[in-house]
């Protein structure tokens, strides 16, 4: 890896100190609880990534915690893996008003967050779960889940070259039972994955700026005086 670990999970701490304060979209600022900024471990080779978060993430500040979490985890369990082996996150930080769906500029404004999760996580493999979160990936609003689900691809996202994995989001399975035994069989082949070697990297001037803009986010005085510890961050 390009960073070595203890370096690797204190700037993860960084960014999450930008992000906790972060004003980028006054709405989204104005309405959370909190910023939930992603938990798991902080080598993690296989990264989860979700839409955004709902009531039960926005006031714990940790992603997956409902009863999509639950199933998550037991779908883990039954591939050999559980919750702290594997980094789980949002494409959006804040929890949109009511549920609604991320709005383009938010998307825009938070995905530098994303992308340097994924320059210091390395992950190896990435699961999008559900429909928004594998479209904005794929950069391709048109093709769906349903018809990509369980097909991995080599795909550059940000600063990382890796296998996109789409899946079909937990919470389909609370709605259509039936759609759990999809998800399994999609799950069983995560093993196989995360065993084949790691794509080839972009050259440095190839990826995209990750790092946020100094005046795009405003430190709060308590993340100042005091770094956040790693249960804070949910780093494993």
């Known amino acids: 890896m390009g ?5 690797r999970r204190d700037e993860l701490k960084t960014v999450w100190e930008q992000a906790s304060a972060c004003t980028r979209c006054p709405q989204l600022a104005a ?16 990264m989860f990534v979700g839409e955004a978060p709902g009531a039960r993430e926005d006031e714990q500040g940790v992603p997956f915690v409902g009863q999509a979490g639950r199933l998550l985890d037991q779908l883990l369990g039954e591939i050999g893996l559980e919750r702290g082996d594997v980094f789980v996150v949002n494409t959006l930080k804040c929890r949109p008003p009511g549920n609604r769906d991320p ?9 530098d967050y994303l992308f340097r999760q994924l320059e210091l996580i390395e992950p190896k493999v990435i699961c999008s779960l559900g429909n928004f979160a594998t479209k904005l990936l794929r950069g391709d609003p048109a093709t769906g889940i349903t018809r990509l689900h369980g097909r991995e691809e080599v795909r550059t996202i940000g600063p990382r070259t890796l296998r996109l994995y789409p899946i079909f989001h937990p919470a389909a399975a609370l709605y259509t039972p039936s759609m759990l035994e999809t998800l399994r069989a999609d799950f069983s082949r995560l093993p196989d994955l995360l065993a084949l070697e790691a794509p080839p990297q972009p050259e440095p001037e190839e990826a995209e700026p990750v790092v946020p803009e100094p005046e795009a986010v405003v430190a709060a005085p308590e993340a100042r005086d005091e770094p956040p510890d790693d249960s804070q961050l949910g780093l494993f």
């Open 31 to 46: 309405t959370r609880q909190s910023v939930v900024f992603g938990s798991g471990h902080a080598d993690a080779d296989l």
């Open 103 to 111: 709005l383009p500029q938010e998307i825009d404004n938070c995905q």
């Open 3 to 7: 960073v070595p670990a203890v370096q």
